[in-house]
């Protein structure tokens, strides 16, 4: 049974950095492109950031750019998520997930595998 594990989180004031980790369980995702999403209360799940097998393709949505990076090591089989300058509206439950696509997407339906999700507080 696949399970995507994941790491990090918790309270930090804004301003601080955070990094999240997500290490699969059961398979590996080396050629699939792996992503973060995040839901905010009472919120949709929305897109941050997602790479290809390669990280060749990274994406990210446009409010993030130049705080958030995303990176995978193949051979720890894990993806992070570098989160700097936190705001208070960053506070949401992250999530990472692995798309059994080739293709980088940026959608939720893209992805069939998730994590359990992890909480980011950020405080003023």
């Known amino acids: 049974q696949v399970q995507l594990v994941q790491s990090g989180g918790g309270l930090v004031q804004a301003g601080g950095s955070l990094r999240l980790s997500c290490a699969p369980s059961?398979?590996?995702?080396?050629?699939?492109?792996m992503g973060w999403f995040r839901q905010a209360p009472g919120k949709e799940r929305e897109f941050v950031a997602a790479i290809s097998w390669n990280s060749g393709d990274i994406y990210y949505a446009d409010s993030l750019k130049g705080r958030f990076t995303i990176s995978r090591d193949n051979a720890k089989n894990t993806v992070y998520l570098q989160m700097n300058s936190l705001k208070l509206e960053d506070t949401a439950v992250y999530y990472c997930?692995?798309?059994?696509?080739?293709?980088?997407?940026?959608?939720?339906?893209?992805?069939?595998?998730w994590g359990q999700g992890t909480q980011v507080s950020v405080s003023s």
């Open positions: 997930a692995v798309s059994s696509r080739l293709r980088v997407g940026v959608r939720k339906d893209e992805y069939d595998y």
């Open positions: 059961g398979a590996t995702f080396h050629i699939n492109p």
